[in-house]
């Protein structure tokens, strides 16, 4: 009985070492790929890091469950929108994908239309607008560079969708564009992804020094992030921000903070 149990007390301090170490292993793993990945970014040009984003949203449109867009607003969504949107309001939904809180929001009884920049998703949500008998314009085009139409109450920018957008200058220009076309009174609704915690500058400071060995025509800015879709070949991009941060982006491009929450993300509601 002893011998036993010495023994499966030697077992029992393998099986930990071994757990131990291939806990250890993996970590390292995953650090050698987000270092690997953050290299292969900084050696994009901007058009190809615009290409893997394009190609990252079209595969999540192909794969977006049917359910999801059953199911209308998140609820923290509702609780968002809700006190900023009156019901004779004309609304953009800016980066609208396959037109989940598009459906949600004309089925609320709003005048809203949408914005796409992956014609791919844009047609699926015209698509699934007819499905349900719905009637809206879905425009195919990139907020920074569109056509917008005439001057609009608020502008809805999607889950996260500020946040998917490369480089301060141009979401501060995008802004900017955004104040110059809204209605008096009109409002402008950010969700964005919260630096909690901060990204690592190590990281950063790799697809920099990538950027500027291979002469890219972009930089990467502290806070921004790039994850391998292995299934799809192709890098992730977003941008996590400081409350502090994006606020000073509003005020650069001209417009006034009338809401600010954090909480897991975070939520902007902007006036001009």
Do not use: N
Request: charge should be positive; aromatic fraction near 8%; glycine fraction near 8%.
């Amino acid at each position: 009985m002893a011998r036993h149990s010495a023994c499966s007390g030697v077992a029992d301090v393998l099986r930990g070492w071994l757990v131990g170490a291939s806990c250890r292993l993996a970590r390292t793993l995953d650090r050698a790929v987000s270092a690997s990945t953050f290299a292969a970014a900084g050696l994009l040009s901007f058009d190809g890091l615009r290409r893997h984003m394009s190609e990252d949203w079209r595969y999540f449109g192909h794969h977006q469950p049917e359910a999801d867009v059953a199911g209308g607003l998140f609820p923290w969504e509702h609780d968002f929108y809700a006190p900023h949107l009156r019901r004779a309001d004309r609304v953009l939904v800016v980066g609208c994908g396959t037109g989940r809180d598009l459906v949600a929001l004309l089925e609320l009884g709003f005048r809203t239309e949408g914005l796409e920049p992956v014609a791919e998703l844009a047609q699926q949500a015209r698509e699934r607008l007819a499905r349900r008998g719905l009637t809206a314009a879905v425009h195919t085009g990139d907020i920074v560079t569109a056509a917008l139409p005439e001057p609009l109450d608020v502008f809805v920018l999607s889950w996260y969708c500020y946040s998917y957008v490369p480089q301060r200058s141009r979401r501060i220009a995008m802004l900017g564009k955004l104040r110059d076309r809204l209605a008096p009174e009109g409002r402008i609704l950010i969700s964005y992804i919260l630096a909690d915690p901060p990204p690592r500058r190590a990281l950063w400071r790799l697809a920099t020094l990538a950027a500027r060995v291979s002469r890219s025509d972009w930089r990467p800015e502290y806070g921004d992030v790039f994850v391998a879709r292995h299934e799809i070949g192709r890098i992730h991009f977003e941008h996590r921000f400081t409350p502090q941060e994006i606020e000073a982006e509003a005020h650069a491009a001209g417009l006034r903070v009338a809401f600010h929450a954090q909480t897991s993300d975070g939520r902007l509601a902007l006036v001009a």
